[in-house]
């Protein structure tokens, strides 16, 4: 049985760790996997300051996400499986949280900055393309900025 708990940032490196395997998981290069390292791992400053959510089954953290809330935009900064729980709907389970937790916050509409590999999960549950951005990873490559209405 799953439960959906609220992180700490003492939680932080082991989130982190759990980003870069699910982020891995696609196959990037360690070239690749270094830089996002630097550029996108969750930090105790964000987990304190933003809704930061894991789903644990007992003590196995599965997968977490992470609402920041801006002036002129809202985005969801993160969602990761840990790789054994890919595909296998706990994706959504996080998203449908994301979801009632963006109602309590009178979120009406998120961002959503993805790789290429995870924009097809976005679109399935009914996000859709707002724009591409310059990657901050591949240079001269974009990546897709999506946006979600509830």
């Known amino acids: 049985m799953y439960t959906i708990v609220s992180a700490s940032p003492k939680d932080a490196d082991l989130l982190a760790a759990l980003e870069v395997r699910s982020e891995s998981y696609w196959g990037y290069s360690s070239e690749f996997m270094e830089k996002f ?8 400053e964000f987990i304190a300051d933003h809704p930061t959510y894991m789903l644990k089954d007992n003590e196995t953290i599965i997968g977490f996400y992470g609402i920041l809330q801006g002036d002129r935009e ?3 900064e ?3 499986i840990e790789p054994a729980y890919i595909g296998k709907g706990y994706g959504r389970i996080l998203w449908n949280h994301a979801l009632s937790e963006c109602r309590k916050l009178g979120i009406n509409e998120f961002t959503i900055i993805t790789s290429p590999d995870a924009r ?4 399935r549950l009914g996000a859709t ?3 591409e ?5 591949a240079d001269g490559k974009k990546t897709p900025k999506l946006i979600y209405r509830l």
């Not at 097809?120 to 679109?123: A, D, I, K, Q």
């Open 74 to 76: 809202n985005s969801l």
């Open 37 to 44: 390292k630097q550029i996108y791992l969750i930090t105790e």
């Open 78 to 80: 993160y969602l990761f």
């Open 133 to 137: 951005v310059d990657s901050q990873i």
């Open 129 to 131: 393309i707002f724009t």
């Open 120 to 123: 097809g999960f976005y679109f």
